[in-house]
């Protein structure tokens, strides 16, 4: 219903057709993606581009009412040179996606009959989403420099959100974006009190030079946070193990129970990848969080080192604000 300005502009969101449910889409239009904080970043999206291949909508808004607006969300598909479709049954889609899993997709418009079996042959050759290689697309290519605090927090960058880094300097920090295969020297040079795997898309098994920098943090007790594919990481850093989703959490309502107080918190989350739940035991990590649907692992705790995960997006954007207090449990490592 509302969110799409963030969505569309998340890394994690990189190579796939995204299909939204609430039937009609865009009536509020799109901010003006120029416009930037006191700290130089994008105010209202988070990242410098649209990240999907492509957008699904039951009906598209051709009109837009919004004191903030530039745009409509046809005009910004169009300026970003993202196809969309509009007309389709997306609660029909959906039910097929939550029966059959997440799945490959191409967009077809024809004035004539579309040759079904020939498109099926066509995406049977395209690049399957679990080869592709997320990285070189969606990070850094260079180191970032973000706030004015004394002490800073590097933010390894395998797709990170705008929001994860306005979180950081909102502790007092300044953030230091650094490229995903930055090595863990490298990171130490910088001087930094803490240390965040930040969210993206893809397998975390293909960020092997991440995976060791994350295992060289956890032997060396720096304060480190690990959001969504941060999280599988630094599992897959301490002896968990990940797996492939059937269907992804993918949502701004998705309820957790905190382990620690019984809490249960809304959450947003956008995610394919799982840490398996059964090899916690024989890690170096214990359970945090569990989603209260289908009890998946949604977050972990070192048992002996300055180190914590969570699969969900505690900087929300979109979504609910309820778990920002995760930041407060870097902070509080940092500050230990």
């Known amino acids: 219903m509302v969110g799409y300005a963030e969505a569309l502009t998340d890394p994690s969101y990189n190579g796939q057709i995204l299909t939204l449910t609430y039937p009609l889409v865009g009536n509020y239009g799109v901010p003006d993606p120029s416009v930037k904080d006191d700290d130089g970043i994008s105010k209202f999206f988070e990242s410098d581009r649209m990240q999907i291949r492509g957008l699904v909508v039951h009906e598209l808004s051709l009109t837009a009412s ?13 300026n970003e040179k993202v196809p969309g479709i509009s007309g389709i049954d997306t609660r029909e889609l959906t039910k097929k996606l939550r029966t059959s899993g ?22 049977a050759s395209a690049t399957h989403y679990n080869s592709e290689q997320f ?5 850094t290519k260079k180191e970032q420099f973000f706030g ?8 390894v960058d395998t797709g990170t959100k705008n929001a994860i880094i306005r979180n950081v300097l909102e502790l007092g920090y300044k953030a230091i974006l650094v490229p995903w295969d930055t090595s863990y020297e490298k990171i130490m040079s910088y001087n930094p009190k803490g240390v965040v795997l930040s969210s993206g898309p893809g397998d975390p ?11 060289q943090l956890i032997e060396n007790n720096i304060p480190t946070l690990g959001i969504c594919l941060g999280a599988q990481i630094i599992g897959i850093a301490g002896n968990t193990e990940t797996y492939k989703l059937k269907y992804g959490h993918r949502g701004q309502n998705k309820s957790c129970i905190n382990l620690e107080n019984n809490q249960v ?25 569990t989603n209260a649907d289908d009890k998946t692992v949604e977050g972990i705790k070192h048992k002996k080192q300055n180190c914590i995960a969570v699969q969900f997006h505690p900087e929300a954007s979109p979504g609910p ?5 995760v930041f407060d449990e870097l902070k509080h490592l940092m500050e230990k």
Do not use: R
């Open 66 to 78: 919004h004191w903030n607006l530039t745009m409509t969300l046809d005009e910004w598909l169009y």
């Open 102 to 123: 997440v799945m490959m997709a191409a967009l077809v418009v024809s004035d004539t009959e579309i040759d079904v079996e020939k498109i099926k042959t066509e995406l």
């Open 135 to 139: 990285m070189d697309v969606v990070s």
């Open 148 to 155: 004015q605090g004394n002490d800073s927090v590097v933010v």
């Open 205 to 215: 098994q293909k960020c092997s030079n991440t995976i060791d920098t994350a295992k």
């Open 265 to 289: 918190y809304v959450t947003s989350q956008n995610h394919g990848y799982g840490i398996t739940p059964e090899s916690i035991a024989k890690s170096d990590f214990k359970l945090w969080f």
């Open 321 to 325: 604000f309820d778990c920002k207090f």
